[in-house]
């Protein structure tokens, strides 16, 4: 054997032959690779996020204990109530010289309002200027309304007085001149056991005896009104105070969100806009029916907020939010779920909750008997926003605001 033949052979390396079977394969390894990755990426940014999501579903209080309630179907936004966007030829007046004039009163041209800082405020000749305050600052803010004070409801008595109720230091009567401030009933003395924690709305009879108010909760401040709504909290009162006798007694209790009150043209029952409800109570003053309750309007198409006289014998009532058909309303999506309640209140604040509600205003106008007489909507707000009241005076609605800087003025004639 020669040394040649001791040797190993080598093979010459055979060059290799890409096919289109190769490169699939190369393909599929190269994406499951890719998937692999993208699953472990997923995977880790989803735990990363559901379980400090879920510590925070256990561990995290919710503010409210919300109570289940149920609505039937919302009426159709047809007849007097069919879309419109009659609100938009309002105009703005004072714009940007005031904040929440919640409710509003008139002594011939003089208006007066109350505001989000605490001030009763007189309007005369185009020119605002202060006429009290009930409590005292600092204010502007949410937390600096218990000592600020809230000035809601408002109402011109028998003598040309003013008769104010403060959410948080209760009803007094002012002198329309000179601003001199008297207390009626304050809300720092228990009325049957229970607080007059956020007072809210009044209506007097015409030789100004009787004054009837809302307590809308002996629990929630106005300050957390989003979590009385989303709390459903049946306890809300109306009362009645006698200004002779100075005795206040509770007329109806167990209402959730009791808002704004009337009393009839004839004074013989009081409509009591219980909010969370979206209905109109009817409790009787005088009469035969004296003492007894019954609903007025039912299964309204928003939800109410004050109600006031309207020329034409009936009522004006203004909507603080509306419960759309066709459309979503997420108050009755809601009303069965409270465990969602409690979700969304532990994640999100009162604040934030309250900017998913859509900006849609509504007045309605009802009949002295309840039905629907006609109504007026801006349903994006480009004009009319967060309304709370419809004053009636010479021929013009002005619409007050629980939060807007301006006061609306709607010429009837136009609309």
């Given at each position: 054997?020669?040394?040649?033949?001791?040797?190993?052979?080598?093979?010459?390396?055979?060059?290799?032959?890409?096919?289109?079977?190769?490169?699939?394969?190369?393909?599929?390894?190269?994406?499951?690779?890719?998937?692999?990755?993208?699953?472990?990426?997923?995977?880790?940014?989803?735990?990363?996020?559901?379980?400090?999501?879920?510590?925070?579903?256990?561990?995290?209080?919710?503010?409210?204990?919300?109570?289940?309630?149920?609505?039937?179907?919302?009426?159709?936004?047809?007849?007097?109530?069919?879309?419109?966007?009659?609100?938009?030829?309002?105009?703005?007046?004072?714009?940007?010289?005031?904040?929440?004039?919640?409710?509003?009163?008139?002594?011939?041209?003089?208006?007066?309002?109350?505001?989000?800082?605490?001030?009763?405020?007189?309007?005369?000749?185009?020119?605002?200027?202060?006429?009290?305050?009930?409590?005292?600052?600092?204010?502007?803010?949410?937390?600096?309304?218990?000592?600020?004070?809230?000035?809601?409801?408002?109402?011109?008595?028998?003598?040309?007085?003013?008769?104010?109720?403060?959410?948080?230091?209760?009803?007094?009567?002012?002198?329309?001149?000179?601003?001199?401030?008297?207390?009626?009933?304050?809300?720092?003395?228990?009325?049957?056991?229970?607080?007059?924690?956020?007072?809210?709305?009044?209506?007097?009879?015409?030789?100004?005896?009787?004054?009837?108010?809302?307590?809308?909760?002996?629990?929630?401040?106005?300050?957390?009104?989003?979590?009385?709504?989303?709390?459903?909290?049946?306890?809300?009162?109306?009362?009645?105070?006698?200004?002779?006798?100075?005795?206040?007694?509770?007329?109806?209790?167990?209402?959730?969100?009791?808002?704004?009150?009337?009393?009839?043209?004839?004074?013989?029952?009081?409509?009591?806009?219980?909010?969370?409800?979206?209905?109109?109570?009817?409790?009787?003053?005088?009469?035969?029916?004296?003492?007894?309750?019954?609903?007025?309007?039912?299964?309204?198409?928003?939800?109410?907020?004050?109600?006031?006289?309207?020329?034409?014998?009936?009522?004006?009532?203004?909507?603080?939010?509306?419960?759309?058909?066709?459309?979503?309303?997420?108050?009755?999506?809601?009303?069965?779920?409270?465990?969602?309640?409690?979700?969304?209140?532990?994640?999100?604040?009162?604040?934030?909750?309250?900017?998913?509600?859509?900006?849609?205003s509504l007045v309605i106008e009802l009949s002295n008997t309840g039905s629907y007489r006609r109504s007026f909507h801006d349903p994006d707000g480009m004009v009319a926003t967060y309304v709370s009241e419809a004053h009636e005076y010479n021929g013009h609605l002005y619409l007050g605001s629980?939060?807007?800087?301006?006061?609306?003025?709607?010429?009837?004639?136009?609309?």
């Amino acid at each position: 054997m020669n040394e040649a033949d001791g040797l190993r052979q080598r093979r010459p390396a055979r060059p290799q032959v890409l096919t289109e079977d190769n490169a699939a394969q190369a393909g599929k390894e190269s994406s499951t690779y890719s998937n692999r990755i993208f699953r472990v990426t997923f995977m880790t940014l989803a735990v990363s996020l559901i379980i400090p999501l879920f510590g925070a579903l256990i561990f995290l209080d919710c503010p409210i204990d919300p109570q289940p309630i149920s609505f039937k179907e919302p009426p159709l936004l047809t007849g007097p109530l069919e879309q419109n966007v009659k609100l938009r030829q309002a105009e703005k007046l004072f714009e940007n010289q005031l904040v929440g004039p919640e409710s509003i009163a008139n002594i011939g041209d003089v208006l007066f309002t109350g505001t989000a800082d605490g001030k009763i405020l007189r309007i005369e000749n185009g020119k605002i200027s202060t006429l009290a305050r009930l409590g005292h600052g600092p204010c502007g803010t949410r937390e600096d309304e218990p000592t600020c004070g809230r000035p809601l409801g408002i109402r011109i008595g028998p003598n040309n007085t003013l008769f104010v109720v403060d959410a948080y230091y209760g009803l007094f009567e002012i002198n329309p001149i000179s601003g001199a401030v008297r207390p009626l009933v304050s809300s720092k003395i228990p009325i049957e056991g229970k607080n007059l924690s956020f007072v809210n709305d009044l209506t007097m009879t015409r030789d100004g005896r009787k004054i009837y108010f809302t307590d809308s909760s002996s629990k929630w401040q106005r300050k957390d009104y989003p979590l009385l709504i989303m709390e459903a909290a049946d306890d809300g009162r109306l009362l009645e105070y006698d200004t002779v006798t100075k005795e206040v007694k509770v007329l109806m209790e167990g209402l959730r969100f009791p808002n704004g009150v009337q009393l009839s043209p004839a004074e013989d029952f009081v409509l009591v806009a219980e909010t969370t409800m979206a209905r109109i109570r009817r409790y009787y003053v005088s009469g035969l029916m004296q003492g007894g309750e019954d609903l007025f309007v039912d299964n309204m198409p928003g939800f109410p907020d004050n109600i006031r006289l309207s020329s034409s014998g009936g009522y004006w009532v203004a909507t603080s939010a509306v419960r759309a058909n066709p459309g979503f309303s997420m108050m009755d999506f809601l009303s069965e779920k409270p465990w969602i309640k409690r979700i969304i209140l532990k994640l999100l604040s009162q604040e934030t909750v309250i900017k998913f509600v859509p900006k849609y205003s509504l007045v309605i106008e009802l009949s002295n008997t309840g039905s629907y007489r006609r109504s007026f909507h801006d349903p994006d707000g480009m004009v009319a926003t967060y309304v709370s009241e419809a004053h009636e005076y010479n021929g013009h609605l002005y619409l007050g605001s629980f939060r807007s800087p301006f006061i609306c003025k709607l010429d009837l004639k136009d609309v």
